[in-house]
T-cell receptor
Framework: RKEVEQDPGPFNVPEGATVAFNCTYSNSASQSFFWYRQDCRKEPKLLMSVYSSGNEDGRFTAQLNRASQYISLLIRDSKLSDSATYLCVVRSNAGKSTFGDGTTLTVKP | GAVVSQHPSWVICKSGTSVKIECRSLDFQATTMFWYRQFPKQSLMLMATSNEGSKATYEQGVEKDKFLINHASLTLSTLTVTSAHPEDSSFYIC???????????FGPGTRLTVL
């Protein structure tokens, strides 16, 4: 079993749709959690950190459930520019990051 | 955010040659840097953790004699792929841990193609 598992996707949605990505992790000692965005042939870019209290940044909402070892990302009112691969990242106290395989989102006009 | 650079951004080499990739933190000192590899349609896989002034810690399955890591200063880590072969062709990405925050900043990556 992989340490970090994500929805395999791909997700193909129309503009304006709401889309949710799920992620589970197996190491209960994991310390911090993130969603990254990666465009084709580019490095990952931090989208947002994820907290148990939930956090929102504009159209993006992230949630962490430590008891279930589950992380989610919700994107509202999808834009064409949201098309990318979204990576769930779990980080240990030592800073070692484990990436999920990513979920590809394509937003269509 | 902090800036991490990598050089070169892409390299093509012949099989059997060695290739050195540099990772620099431009506006902060990074005691810890990480090297990742990403094959097409796959996610990033951690290869090793590079600690300034000490030996790197390699992940299981990564050959330390093939992937030489040197972290000689607080702003520079290098990864040398020795005797590169076509199966080493990949996207190599470094990240640097900003000591004052629980954040890592990724370099732009180096695309290695071994012919």
């Amino acid at each position: 079993r992989k340490e970090v598992e994500q929805d395999p996707g791909p997700f193909n949605v129309p503009e304006g749709a709401t889309v949710a990505f799920n992620c589970t992790y197996s190491n209960s000692a994991s310390q911090s959690f993130f969603w990254y965005r990666q465009d084709c042939r580019k490095e990952p870019k931090l989208l947002m950190s994820v907290y148990s209290s939930g956090n929102e940044d504009g159209r993006f909402t992230a949630q962490l459930n430590r008891a279930s070892q589950y992380i989610s990302l919700l994107i509202r009112d999808s834009k064409l520019s949201d098309s990318a691969t979204y990576l769930c990242v779990v980080r240990s106290n030592a800073g070692k990051s484990t990436f999920g395989d990513g979920t590809t989102l394509t937003v269509k006009p | 955010g902090a800036v991490v650079s990598q050089h070169p951004s892409w390299v093509i080499c012949k099989s059997g040659t060695s290739v050195k990739i540099e990772c620099r933190s431009l506006d902060f000192q990074a005691t810890t840097m990480f090297w990742y590899r990403q094959f097409p349609k796959q996610s990033l896989m951690l290869m090793a953790t590079s600690n300034e002034g000490s030996k790197a810690t390699y992940e299981q399955g990564v050959e330390k004699d093939k992937f030489l890591i040197n972290h000689a200063s607080l702003t520079l880590s290098t990864l040398t792929v020795t005797s590169a072969h076509p199966e080493d062709s990949s996207f190599y990405i470094c990240s640097a841990k900003e000591p004052n925050y629980n954040e890592q900043f990724f370099g732009p990556g180096t695309r290695l193609t071994v012919l």
